[in-house]
Structure formats: structure tokens, C-alpha cells
């Protein structure tokens, strides 16, 4: 699966305790991207990047910060976590090329009490 | 922004029948990705339509654009119970950087 990992893969934390997640990949592709998948939402995308420090916005960016000080890792802050936050998320890399398909990582299910 | 609507949200069928879900848009995609995902796993890349009308198989999956660009459909000839999941439909937005998912159709089959 394109050597995506996620860490953790199952989180349990409080309200208002900071959160991150991790997600590493090995074949230095460029775009990374951090979804949300909550029933009856289908996929939401909250960060992507597009290289070493270069991030953007998606659609349910609020209460989210990204970093990406190497290739490989991205990284999903929750600087204080709320119970909306529940979802499970997803980290994705896309493939350079005709396609442009994403490959999902395997994913982490945050559960803020 | 660009949204897609798939429908239905939902469908059960008997293992054999077939099963047909929906992709909508009221503005012309340039392209069309289709994705699965097992229950408890994660999507996975099925197929891209880029060509008004296109239309593509995977064994008994068919796939099709339509010919304005705004609707795609998935069917699937006689189920299997290795078919359920959930459906989702995508297009690569502004930029051609980012995916906007729709809501997916979960399929469920009775053996």
C-alpha cells in the first residue's frame, strides 16, 4: 500500500488535550493529504501538502495544524481536542502521473471523551 | 465549491443480484475517480474516467462518464459478498492538487 503508516491507530484522550497524529511514507512522494471520515460525510480533507514545509488548507481546516519538516512525515495536530473531533482519519499519498490516485494509509480512529 | 452527490446513501441487495450507484454534479467535471473501501479498512483506487461517455470494465464492474461530465455511474453484475463496502466517487478540484469525495454508497449483500 505505497508504504503508508499511521501512528497511533487507535487514540483515546480527553477534551481539550493536545493530539498528534503521524503518518510516513517511504517513497518520497511529494503530496500528502489528512482526511476526516464520519458517517454520512464521506471523506473530508483537512491539510495537504505539496512538499518539505509547504501546506495548505482543505475543506474542515478549523482546529487542525499540519507539519512537514521531512518527506516522509506528515503530521496532524489537534493543539486542543474536542469531542467533534471524534472521526477517523486517514492519511493519503498521491501517485505523480497520469492518474493522479491516492493511496490511503490504514488509518486512526481518535475517540475525544 | 464543487460538490458531487452520490445516491443512494445506502443499499442492500441479495448476493447474485446486481447494484448500481450514482454520482451527480450540477458543474462539468474534468474527471471522475472512483475508490472502495472494505468495512474496516481503507479506500481504495478503483478507476479515472476523463472522457465525456467513457466507459470502462473491471470484470464485473462497469464504470461510466457521462457525456456532459456531470454524472457517473458504478454498476456491479452479480454481487458477491467479496463486493461489500462502501463506494465513494471523486474528482480532483482546482488545481488538479486535491480530491472532493462524495458521501459514498455502502453496499451490504445477503448471502
Known amino acids: 500500500d505505497a508504504g503508508i503508516t499511521q501512528s497511533p491507530r487507535h487514540k483515546v484522550t480527553e477534551t481539550g488535550t493536545p493530539v498528534t497524529l503521524r503518518c510516513h511514507q517511504t517513497?518520497?512522494?511529494?503530496?500528502m493529504y489528512w482526511y476526516r471520515q464520519d458517517p454520512g460525510h464521506g471523506l473530508r480533507l483537512i491539510h495537504y501538502s505539496y512538499g518539505v514545509k509547504d501546506t495548505d488548507k482543505g475543506e474542515v481546516s478549523d482546529g487542525y495544524s499540519v507539519s512537514r519538516s521531512k518527506t516522509e512525515d506528515f503530521l496532524l495536530t489537534l493543539e486542543s481536542a474536542t469531542s467533534s473531533q471524534t472521526s477517523v482519519y486517514f492519511c493519503?499519498?498521491?501517485?505523480?502521473?497520469?492518474?493522479?490516485?491516492?493511496?490511503f494509509g490504514p488509518g486512526t480512529r481518535l475517540t475525544v471523551l | 465549491g464543487q460538490q458531487v452527490m452520490q445516491i443512494p446513501q445506502y443499499q442492500h441487495v441479495q448476493e447474485g443480484e446486481d447494484f448500481t450507484t450514482y454520482c451527480n454534479s450540477s458543474?462539468?467535471?474534468?474527471?471522475i475517480q472512483w475508490y472502495k473501501q472494505r468495512p474496516g479498512g481503507h479506500p481504495v483506487f478503483l478507476i479515472q474516467?476523463?472522457?465525456?461517455?467513457e466507459v470502462k470494465k473491471q470484470k464485473r464492474l462497469t464504470f461510466q462518464f457521462g457525456e456532459a461530465k456531470k454524472n457517473s455511474s458504478l454498476h456491479i453484475t452479480a454481487t458477491q459478498t467479496t463486493d461489500v463496502g462502501t463506494y465513494f466517487c471523486?474528482?480532483?478540484?482546482?488545481?488538479?492538487?486535491?480530491?472532493?469525495f462524495g458521501q459514498g454508497t455502502r453496499l451490504t449483500i445477503n448471502p
Open positions: 517513497e518520497n512522494h511529494r503530496y
Open positions: 471523486a474528482f480532483r478540484g482546482q488545481g488538479a492538487q486535491k480530491l472532493v
Open positions: 493519503a499519498i498521491r501517485i505523480a502521473g497520469q492518474l493522479h490516485e491516492q493511496f
Open positions: 458543474t462539468t467535471l474534468s474527471n
Open positions: 474516467l476523463v472522457k465525456s461517455g
